[in-house]
């Protein structure tokens, strides 16, 4: 309940900043909507009362994410590794080089 709480006040506030984030120029401004507000702050408003993605239950879960996260990075990198070796297209290039460079030689 205490989150739900600190989410709302977030809300607020970011709402009442993001209202005088843009400064107006001097002559013909137009009036701003109420509406608008109304509609972005109830668009909003669900957000608030989300638990965010970033709030982890334990340090053991975070941990875990961090595990599972560095794995698939190692994985990811690994595999585009072995591919910049094992490439096929470039053996043969340098294949093809080497008997060009042999054929000029002769």
């Given at each position: ?6 989410s ?6 970011f709402?009442?900043?993001a ?14 909507d109420a ?12 957000l608030a ?12 879960a975070?941990?875990?994410?961090w ?6 990075l190692?994985l ?8 910049a ?8 290039r340098?294949?093809?080089k080497a008997?060009v460079?042999a054929m000029?030689?002769?």
């Open positions: 309940m205490a989150r739900r709480g600190a709302v006040l977030i809300a607020l506030a709402g009442l900043f209202s005088q984030a843009f400064v107006s120029p001097a002559k013909g401004a137009p009036e701003v509406r608008v507000l109304g509609a972005t702050f109830a668009g909003l408003a669900p009362l989300e638990q965010p993605a970033n709030a982890y239950d334990s340090v053991v975070m941990l875990q994410s595990l599972v996260g560095g794995i698939a190692v990811i990198y690994g595999a585009a590794f072995v591919a070796l094992a490439n096929p297209l470039t053996k043969r340098t294949e093809v008997e460079d000029k030689r002769a």
